[in-house]
């Protein structure tokens, strides 16, 4: 029971036949009454919970709401929001940049970012390809990301079933077509191959590779102004042909109709078999875990049906608006008349709108995982196979 608070509490007429005992001030103490939740590591509401949030209100409010999120542990802690940098570290200023707009995430704000050109990094280092990314499409045999003792692969699943409902081929073969044409491709770099522990970078190519070579993107692959890769993994190591590779990002850009998508698969370990091949490494068994934020798969639904595939729809507001407390909602209402000449995208632009609530309920009733830290579910778990084939990278 928390100080203050009283249990079975008597009615006040029993309360008042009671003898009270004669006793001194110091032996009462002072009776403090039961108060509104705050942060401080006390249960203030006498509820036998300690700091928790009442309805949609957050104990925490950081100071730069949009750059920040604030988490309750103790005491109220301010952080940057996934994807800021505090350049100048001034939290009055919240976290002002954003990472990877150019003149803003200078070498003084990214840790080990080394200035100069993209083309002065080292490219001659084994590589590999990503030739296959199978998605899981329910969470059986899935590991437990946030802890609650059940397998995690929300953003498997929900995909899984929105692609089902706008009656479109299958996520897999849709990724499969996206690395064969070459719209999707990804490699992996391993500075300090053959040593236990490796860096491990990701880029993104331009096309797919011929001949076992590729050419790098320079822009979606580096930091401006650095020839520091954009997405790390913060920890690789490779024992007797085993890697395990934790806190990475990896780049998923897909083409649609003309239209370039890109998410960010973020929180990404790599467990799995990585051998020499040729001049890179290749991987198999190798699954991978991750996370789909809200934000990038509700804006990758919104410049969808906002592009001009979707133009049919005569959108002129939003048709999916994401809040700040991560809740998606369907401005609804799209004059649907001008998607009826059968084309494949017009069908499946006015699926989407005409299924707008139900994608709504899907993003606000799959997510799982809580990456900024303020209480509340803000990404989908992912989880999924990987392969790879070696290969020789160039500019």
Known sequence: MAPGCAADRLPVEEAAD????????????EDVACRPEVCNGEDDDCDMVVDEAEDAAPLCVPPSPVTMVSACEGTCVDRCALGYLDADGEVSTGCECLEGRPGCDGCDAIPACVAGEATQYDLDVPASYISALVLALTADDAPDLNGDGVGDNAAGEALGSLFGLVERASVNTFLAQSIASGEFSVALLWPGWGTLSTDLHVVLLDGEPEGGEAVVEQEG????????????????????????ASVGRLPMRFTVE??????????????????????????????????????????????????????????DSP?????????????????????????????????????????????????????????????????????????????
Not at 19 to 25: F, H, I, L, M, R
Not at 360 to 375: I, N, S
Request: net charge negative; glycine share 12%.
């Open 18 to 29: 009671i003898e009270t005992p004669d006793v001194g001030a110091e032996e009462v103490g």
């Open 221 to 244: 692959s580096f930091i401006p102004g650095s020839r520091t890769p954009r997405h790390r993994f913060a920890r690789s190591v490779v024992d007797r042909g085993v890697v395990e």
């Open 258 to 315: 003309g239209l370039t998508l890109q998410m960010t698969l973020e929180r990404v370990t790599l467990s799995g078999l990585a051998l020499a091949d040729g001049p890179g490494v290749r991987l198999s068994r190798t699954e991978l875990t991750g996370a789909l934020l809200n934000r990038d798969l509700a804006q990758t639904l919104e410049d969808f049906v906002q592009s001009p595939a979707c133009s049919c729809l005569s959108l």
């Open 319 to 395: 048709l999916f608006t994401l809040d700040d407390g991560n809740v998606l909602t369907c401005g609804g209402g799209p004059d649907l008349t001008g998607c009826d000449d059968g084309t494949d995208v017009q069908s499946l632009c006015q699926t989407i709108a005409e299924l707008c609530d139900v994608i709504a309920l899907v993003f606000q009733t799959q997510p799982d995982l809580d990456l900024d830290g303020d209480g509340r579910p803000d990404a989908m778990s992912l989880y999924a196979d990987v392969e790879a084939v070696g290969v020789k990278l160039g500019w």
